[in-house]
């Protein structure tokens, strides 16, 4: 009679799936650390410390690139309010971004196109005739007297030919030839990495703010938008008023040039549009540069051209800017002493121009956050 084998009893594949599932035992949770022990807060402390100091190594070294990211994005708030005009009449975004951009860049292309030639032949003659108009500044008597005791136009004059003879001034200014294709070339790599990233900026600045307030309690998401939209409004509207107004100065410059016959009137255009857009500081420049330029001629010539320039900043800062902002920044005069003291001494004139808007929007934060929460503490 055959044997029978016995049968193995199996185990359920689910109950090995159970086990093998079950928590593992580490042992039970120990005490929370003593928030309030030495060793604990000077490992805090020292540890943001030392992440401090790496973000600002990090931010040091990439600097430049830093400064380009908040060029474009000030250009983007400066072209925000157009992009929003042309929404506004029916196009989308990408539409009224494509539309304002081109605008931009066929402007900028047609005045260099138009006034780039005649206004490097007019700087290159004002280099060129920079010390024959130095020296008829001793027709001036007064001036002469300084130069005879204290030998100062004598000393600029001397300056000015050694700097410029043989060609060698613009070269010589950018520590040689290679130093003048370094020049050009990350010149146009600024420019077109600012085209680029002001072109991205404005075309994702909406989906960009609406995932930044994500981030913030649904309590308060309210309340930071609508203070967030009037900085980048403010913003924008100071940037786009600036370069209007700068703008403005710039041809009142050129047809005062045409009336006085000054020479070199579209360089003095072109240095008072630039200096037009420095904050507190500019046209102090801009007018110092003209009335040197129109003493070559004569002094009454320089005196009218004093006297002009003067009008139209008053023109300016009590008629044209109210009306270009209308929406007006609206801050106290130290506090823009203080702020482009500091900006340009950060950052040079791209410093000077965004420090008024920057400190606007301090000024917005401190009015509708700070003060009201310390009022209620």
Not at 2 to 16: C, D, E, G, H, I
Not at 38 to 58: C, D, V
Not at 253 to 281: E, R
Request: hydrophobic content about 55%.
């Amino acid at each position: 009679m055959a044997k029978l084998k016995p049968v193995m009893k199996r185990t359920p594949l689910l109950s090995k799936n159970k086990a093998s599932l079950a928590p593992e035992d580490f042992g039970s949770m120990g005490e929370p650390l003593n928030q309030s022990h030495p060793f604990y807060f000077g490992f805090l402390a020292a540890s943001g410390a030392i992440i401090a100091l790496t973000l600002l190594r990090a931010l040091a070294s990439a600097s430049q690139v830093m400064v380009l990211i908040i060029i474009s994005l000030f250009f983007a708030m400066g072209l925000n309010p157009a992009v929003l005009f042309l929404e506004r009449r029916g196009l989308n975004r990408s539409q009224a971004v494509a539309s304002t951009v081109t605008c931009v860049v066929g402007f900028v292309g047609l005045f260099i196109w138009v006034a780039a030639p005649l206004i490097i032949d007019q700087v290159n003659a004002l280099i060129n005739n920079a010390p024959q108009m130095i020296s008829d500044l001793k027709s001036n008597k007064t001036i002469n007297e300084l130069n005879t005791n204290y030998g100062i136009i004598d000393t600029i004059q001397n300056r000015v030919e050694s700097s410029i003879k043989d060609g060698k001034f613009v070269i010589g200014a950018f520590g040689g030839v290679i130093g003048v294709g370094k020049a050009v070339v990350s010149g146009a790599l600024a420019t077109l990495t600012i085209l680029v990233l002001t072109l991205y900026f404005l075309v994702a600045l909406p989906t960009v703010t609406k995932d930044a307030y994500r981030l913030v309690p649904a309590s308060r998401r309210d309340r930071v938008a609508k203070i967030s939209d009037a900085i980048i409004f403010r913003v924008g509207a100071f940037v786009g008023g600036q370069i209007t107004i700068s703008f403005f100065a710039s041809i009142f410059i050129f047809l005062l040039g045409l009336t006085l016959d000054l020479p070199y009137k579209s360089a003095l255009a072109l240095v008072v549009f630039v200096c037009g857009l420095i904050p507190l500081i500019g046209h102090f420049i801009g007018m110092t540069i003209v009335t040197l330029v129109a003493l070559t001629d004569s002094p009454l010539t320089a005196l009218i051209a004093l006297a002009a320039y003067i009008l139209y900043v008053q023109f300016e800062n009590y008629v044209l800017t109210p009306r270009v902002m209308k929406r007006s920044l609206s801050i106290p005069g130290l506090v823009t002493i203080i702020a482009a003291l500091i900006g340009t001494s950060l950052l040079g004139l791209v410093g000077g121009i965004l420090a008024v808007p920057l400190a606007a929007a301090i000024l917005l934060i401190l009015d509708e956050v700070v003060y009201p929460g310390a009022e209620k503490s």
